[in-house]
């Protein structure tokens, strides 16, 4: 790995700026020394008991019959639970919820009728003693099930598409512009291509798991969230409970990735069977339950259609997808919504249709909409800019748009152009031959690729709570979660620098529903939602200090009369005089001060309304295709990314690295295989399922831009936790066709796929 460098940090004055430091992980020595306690090992005592979860053996369909007897009777079995005597739940509601949010909190309920909706739906579950007595009388439960045809292919399905009323996030379905059939026809220079990506799941190295204890009627449940409020509303919705019932604790999180956004079947039966035992219970879902019921993206077909001007002008934009969604449960992902504000054209088509299948629901998966769909679009961009003879920088230079196309507003920062220019420079783009399988090295063909990304940043409605006590120790408190992206490390600086006191006055407390609400960890948002509300807390405890400060008698700052005032070094100054804060609260406050602040939600903030408001980057990859095997090596991977202010350039880099990690998974490798008689995920391990591990990841360099968004938030930062993902997957395809000449358009692009192009020597 080489050198991060943050022309942010070198620019801030080191004395005044904590944000924009590349700080080390506060938490990171409490991981490694195995003191950071994940959802399965909070300890409830020899009390606690453990359940399993047996999932149904079909994909659709219904239990005639399900004998629990030998599990019942099986050493240290506590409790056996099905439909037929779990307690009432509220019923599924309808596939699309009224709202956007509702999604997010409705009532999800479990082992509720006999009726089985997709392969491994929870069936029965059984408690134990033990965890090992609980998983051995689940091979003693006996199910008869009454098999009805399931309908998984999503290529065989199209003309049965349907046209869904949103897509995720609230953004509308379809988006028209111009005239694009008519500009599309007329073009001189043409790509119409349809690509192909498959089923991919997100696997936390933490799975999910819950331990739920009640006391009297109200219940505690430790586990894996990355939104808080979401479980919270989610458990009360589907017990049918107060929320105020409902205490939720996750103060860490072994990764979530979009998957832990809601709650899943471990955290709904713990909450039954701890009710029903009087006993804390624990469930954790194994890693093969996790790809049938932890959510997944779904399968999806893009047509991209893009008209162009021998110039490079394109004259049309069109963006076609079909994705396969559960019949219970509809998740449309936004995959064509970029293509609204990434390149300029007059006529512009995007649209988003459904093929409903007998899976479980489709859930958000990193960078939910740019992953698949900016794999598609910025390879097709990658194709019109050879059938144009242009230069792919080039070709996307042209069609920098002066304003959001669709949207016809400014956009707060944009710096795509700058992004694509550095990375050039850096990366060396310049030695890139454009012809096809033109670069070779003994038996390896080499390839360059590159390609854009965009993200929508956005803010989540969130409040924080600041303290400050007679010993000078600050405490922020929000039901914010850390999910590894470093959110205690930024909550710190942030806090730090508002309040001019050093990061180890700082603590900072999250992951409990009891501290004020946040939008939680999702959708880049985490970072400038939670991070917001706390420095508008400090600001308010800092006025509210001062205040004190300058009318109690007590105070040496009593009746000062000057504007010459400064919270630093720990102190409180002004004038010529100054107080460590310490002592001025043990002065004029023995009990500390309080301050709370608030933030968003985005469609209310004046920023969001009036701008198109993205990330931006460029991504750049080497690669090496054995001419003989195909296979394909990464080289090196270059992002360059405009996300606003970078409040930790350390944590943030992580970020984009893991994203461009991401990237080459879904180029090359991830893919989860659905077997198409039963329904069933196929390679549903990590052994099977391919993801990029050390060996795959080349050296990876990122470059942050100096960029600060007055626009997006008072932090001047935007999101940038997915924007990693977005193109990155691109520029390693685009690399592989600059190396071969052979264009894949089903992703991954795997060996099998390369066989009919062996050997490359004829290039
Ligand atoms: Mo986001 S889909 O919660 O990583």
Redesign the pocket.
């Known amino acids: 790995m080489t050198e991060t460098t943050t022309n942010a940090t070198e620019r801030s004055s080191p004395n005044s700026s904590v944000i924009g430091r590349p700080s080390d992980r506060i938490d990171g020595a409490l991981k490694v020394m195995g003191r950071a306690t994940y959802a399965y090992e909070h300890a409830a005592g020899e009390a606690t008991a453990y359940g399993y979860i047996l999932g149904a053996a079909i994909a659709k369909g219904r239990i005639v019959e399900i004998d629990t007897t030998d599990a019942e009777q099986a050493p240290g079995v506590l409790h056996v639970m099905t439909h037929r005597n779990a307690p009432p739940l509220p019923v599924f509601g309808p596939p699309v919820t009224p709202t956007v949010p509702e999604v997010f909190t409705r009532a999800r309920p479990m082992l509720a009728t006999d009726r089985v909706r997709y392969y491994d739906e929870p069936v029965a579950l059984v408690v134990a003693e033990t965890f090992e007595a609980a998983r051995a009388a689940v091979g003693l439960i006996r199910v008869h099930y009454e098999r009805e045809a399931g309908i998984f292919d999503l290529k065989e399905r199209l003309t049965e598409a349907y046209t869904p009323r949103r897509t995720n996030a609230g953004f509308e379905t379809d988006s028209a512009v111009g005239d694009f059939e008519g500009a599309f026809a007329a073009a001189s220079v043409k790509i119409d291509a349809t690509y192909r990506t498959p089923f991919e799941h997100?696997n936390p190295m933490e799975p999910h798991a819950t331990l739920a204890i009640w006391s009297g009627d109200e219940v505690t449940i430790y586990t894996a969230a990355?939104?808080l409020a979401n479980f919270r509303a989610g458990i009360a919705n589907t017990l049918n409970i107060s929320p105020e019932r409902v205490r939720i604790v996750s103060p860490y999180i072994g990764g979530?990735?979009?998957?832990?956004?809601i709650i899943h079947a471990d955290t709904v039966l713990a909450a039954l069977a701890a009710r029903i035992l009087e006993r804390p219970v624990k469930i954790a879902l194994t890693r093969q339950q996790m790809f049938a019921n932890a959510g997944h993206r779904a399968e999806m077909i893009q047509q991209v259609r893009l008209g162009a001007n021998p110039d490079g002008r394109l004259a049309a934009i069109g963006h076609d997808v079909y994705s396969a969604t559960s019949r219970f449960e509809e998740y449309c992902e936004q995959t064509a919504v970029f293509a609204r504000s990434l390149y300029a054209a007059p006529n512009r088509l995007t649209r988003h249709r459904l093929v409903s299948v007998d899976l479980n629901r489709g859930?958000?998966?990193?960078?939910?909409g740019e992953a698949p769909g900016m794999l598609a679009f910025e390879c097709a961009v990658d194709e019109l800019a050879e059938r144009l003879g242009l230069d792919p920088i080039e070709l996307r230079i042209r069609n920098e748009p002066v304003e959001d196309p669709e949207r016809r507003v400014p956009f707060s920062t944009r710096n795509l152009v700058a992004c694509m220019k550095e990375g050039a420079h850096r990366f060396g783009w310049g030695h890139r031959k454009p012809a096809p399988g033109s670069t070779r090295e003994g038996r390896n063909l080499i390839g360059y690729g590159m390609a854009a990304a965009i993200r929508p940043n956005f803010i989540g409605a969130s409040r924080a709570q600041v303290t400050l006590d007679a010993n000078g120790q600050v405490t922020a408190r929000l039901d914010m979660t850390d999910?590894g992206t470093g959110t205690y490390t930024i909550l710190t600086q942030i806090a730090a620098e508002s309040l001019g006191v050093p990061m180890s006055s700082i603590k900072v407390e999250l992951g409990d529903s009891r501290f004020p609400r946040t939008a939680g960890?999702?959708?880049?948002w985490g970072a400038a939602s939670a991070g917001s509300a706390l420095y508008h807390a400090c600001t308010a405890l800092k006025e509210h200090i001062l205040e004190t400060a300058l009318t109690n008698e007590s105070s040496p700052f009593y009746r000062a009369n000057t504007d010459d005032t400064r919270f630093a070094g720990g102190e409180l100054r002004i004038g010529g005089r100054s107080e460590r804060l310490a002592d001025l609260v043990r002065r004029i406050a023995p009990l500390g001060f309080e301050a709370e602040g608030s933030v968003g939600p985005a469609s209310e903030t004046d920023g969001y309304k009036a701008y198109s408001q993205h990330s931006y980057g460029a991504h750049f990859a080497e690669v090496a295709v054995d001419c003989d095997t195909g296979e394909i090596r990464m080289r090196r991977l270059l992002s360059v990314i405009g996300a606003g202010r970078i409040l930790n350039p350390k944590t943030a880099r992580s970020q984009i690295i893991g994203g461009m990690t991401w990237g080459i998974g879904a180029a090359l490798m991830e893919k989860t295989v659905l077997d198409p008689r039963h329904g069933h995920f196929v390679n549903h391990d990590l052994a099977e399922y391919h993801v990029a591990v050390n060996a795959d990841v080349p050296d990876m360099e990122v470059i942050f831009l100096e960029e600060h968004d007055d626009k997006a938030n008072p932090l001047g930062s935007k999101g940038l936790?997915?924007l990693g993902v977005c193109g990155a997957g691109a520029a390693v395809a685009n690399a592989v066709y600059n190396a071969t000449g052979f264009r894949v358009r089903e992703f991954p692009i795997t060996l099998d796929q390369m066989l009919p192009i062996l050997p490359l020597t004829g290039i």
């Open positions: 997100h990355q939104t979530g990735f979009g998957s832990k956004l859930e958000w998966m990193r960078s939910p999910i960890s999702g959708g880049s936790g997915e």
